[in-house]
């Protein structure tokens, strides 16, 4: 698992309830179920336990283990490198420890400040090889190099002849890819929680030791649903980043009958993030949806309808831009057909396919493709993959077994191309190969025409601003459906998409708060 799905997955069990608080009791329980474990194999007898801790919630899951291990029978010592605690979970469970006095039981906690501090420790300076240490110094934010008393800190911990245990990630390893880029703990055992992370996974036995995975008591629906720990997902801006930097995107669609769909799309995308949104539409849509908004760059392209004639002048917009939407408004026609199946074939961005798009486009065409995202309605994917049965998205139940055979028909049509697949209903099914995410944000007034439009333009903004095709259709489903949810608030099923969008950027802001 990818330390950021996990970090989601963490943040999602609020929404179910699950405190994070309650997660980091159940993992530093496991942490010394499995901590005696490995010093009843070794020594058959309790022995001491050092526990090494950081800023983060490794450190956090070490002193919650404390207290179990110390029910246990065993010393505990905890050697605290960093006094300033980032995570809250973390420093109320420091604060706990710290409010046991007079002590009763055989803890004691030190400070290691300084450098002197450290080489002065007992870890240091002792050769017994007779007890534990973990280490739960550092989490998943590794980039460069160490700073001083951390690397000295792994030295000794590496030299010392105890048995090495490390929490979720042996301190300095990039828990994506397994790199260490200065230095790192070699452990005896890594004990992680919930899933292994990609990095640990796949480096090499002798950097890692024994891989212990503890079940902490997360729900899969905490990761399978989608909710505002999915934020998380989203990338920092760069304080030095200019226009265009954070994505650039071109809409193509709108006709001579329909300038509000690419209009409404465009100006979903602005409030999604997209720096630079172009629209390449038919002259008289364009002229409508230049009236529309001064902030959506407009293209406007000779006749009614989009057509082949087009081709050359949309190619070279494409060039210039991060993602293409295909499809809002643009209508149902031969010429229309052959240009957008021209375009999917030779425009090598990641691609939105919605709307009319979707009844055009040859599936053989994108069949390989894994960057492209489809967002049918029930009646747009039974068309699209040529299902002839009754099929429909039914998933709003109790009944596993009905659940799951549900999201097994899905997913057999939609392995049938390497894109990710949108299937929009009451709740909406992403699904993408063996991955599948649920959606359950929004309400029945999103029946009005235009919030389609809306989820295409906001989940073709975030693929412009880098995020990959599953996570931006996830997240993208779910802004829509928070947008909706507070169009809804104010006026009732009497809102519009264009109210909808009017909320984008704000919910959007309250989840990265």
């Known amino acids: 698992m990818r330390p950021i799905d996990m970090m989601v997955t963490d943040n999602n069990c609020e929404y179910l309830g699950l405190s994070r608080l309650c997660l980091m009791e159940s993992a530093g329980k496991s942490l010394a179920e499995e901590v005696g474990k490995i010093a009843v194999?070794?020594?058959?007898?309790?022995?001491?336990?050092?526990?090494?801790?950081?800023?983060?919630?490794?450190?956090?899951?070490g002193f919650v283990a404390a207290r179990y291990l110390l029910n246990r029978g065993y010393d505990v010592d905890i050697y605290m490198l960093k006094d300033n605690i980032r995570s809250p979970y973390s420093k109320t469970n420091l604060e706990i420890l710290q409010n046991m006095k007079p002590r009763l039981s055989r803890l004691n906690i030190y400070n290691l400040k300084t450098l002197e501090d450290i080489e002065n420790c007992?870890?240091?300076?002792?050769?017994?090889?007779?007890?534990?240490?973990?280490?739960?110094?550092?989490?998943?934010?590794?980039?460069?190099?160490?700073?001083?008393n951390i690397r000295?800190?792994?030295?000794?911990?590496?030299?010392?002849?105890?048995?090495?245990?490390s929490v979720d990630v042996p301190s300095g390893m990039d828990p994506l890819t397994g790199e260490i880029s200065d230095l790192a703990v070699v452990p005896d055992y890594t004990i992680s929680f919930h899933k292994i992370k990609t990095g640990v996974r796949d480096a090499e036995e002798e950097l890692v030791g024994g891989l212990v995975t503890a079940d902490i008591g997360i729900p899969f629906e905490a990761e399978y649903f989608v909710n505002y720990g999915d934020f998380l997902r989203l990338k920092n801006r760069d304080l030095s980043s200019h226009k265009g930097n954070n994505g650039r995107l071109l809409v193509i669609g709108g006709s001579k009958d329909y300038s509000g769909a690419p209009a409404?799309?465009?100006?979903?995308?602005?409030g999604a993030g997209a720096d630079l949104v172009y629209v390449a539409s038919p002259q008289k849509s364009a002229e409508a949806i230049k009236s529309t908004s001064p902030d959506l760059i407009v293209k406007s392209l000779d006749g009614d309808k989009l057509s082949l004639n087009h081709s050359q002048e949309i190619l070279e917009l494409a060039d210039n831009v991060d993602a293409v939407l295909i499809g809002p408004g643009a209508g149902i026609d031969e010429e229309t057909s052959k240009l957008f199946n021209v375009l999917v074939a030779k425009i090598k961005k990641p691609i939105v396919l919605d709307a009319d798009a979707l009844k055009q486009v040859e599936s053989k065409l994108i069949k390989n493709r894994d960057d492209i995202i489809l967002t049918p309605h029930i009646f747009e994917f039974k068309s699209f993959f040529g299902v002839t049965d009754g099929l429909k998205l039914d998933i709003d139940s109790y009944d596993f077994n009905h659940v799951d055979e549900n999201i097994t028909q899905f997913q057999k049509i939609t392995r049938q191309i390497k894109g990710t697949v949108i299937v929009k209903g009451q709740y909406d099914l992403i699904l993408s190969g063996t991955k599948f995410r649920i959606n359950k944000?929004?309400?029945?007034?999103?029946?009005?025409?235009?919030?389609?439009?809306?989820?295409?333009?906001?989940?073709?903004?975030?693929?412009?601003?880098?995020?990959?095709?599953?996570?931006?259709?996830?997240?993208?489903?779910?802004?829509?459906?928070?947008?909706?949810?507070?169009?809804?608030?104010?006026?009732?099923?009497?809102?519009?998409?264009?109210?909808?969008?009017?909320?984008?950027?704000?919910?959007?802001?309250?989840g990265l708060c």
């Open 41 to 61: 194999y070794t020594f058959s007898k309790p022995v001491k336990v050092v526990i090494f801790t950081g800023s983060g919630g490794n450190g956090g899951d």
């Open 122 to 148: 007992e870890v240091a300076k002792s050769n017994d090889s007779e007890y534990v240490i973990v280490d739960g110094l550092l989490g998943t934010g590794i980039k460069g190099n160490l700073q001083t």
């Open 152 to 165: 000295r800190a792994i030295e000794i911990i590496n030299e010392s002849k105890g048995v090495k245990i």
């Open 264 to 270: 409404i799309a465009g100006m979903a995308a602005i």
């Open 441 to 510: 944000s929004g309400n029945p007034g999103m029946t009005v025409g235009g919030t389609g439009d809306a989820l295409a333009g906001i989940t073709s903004s975030l693929l412009s601003q880098g995020l990959s095709t599953f996570d931006s259709a996830c997240l993208g489903v779910f802004i829509n459906g928070l947008a909706g949810d507070e169009a809804y608030k104010a006026k009732g099923n009497g809102f519009s998409a264009t109210d909808l969008v009017s909320y984008i950027g704000s919910v959007m802001k309250d």
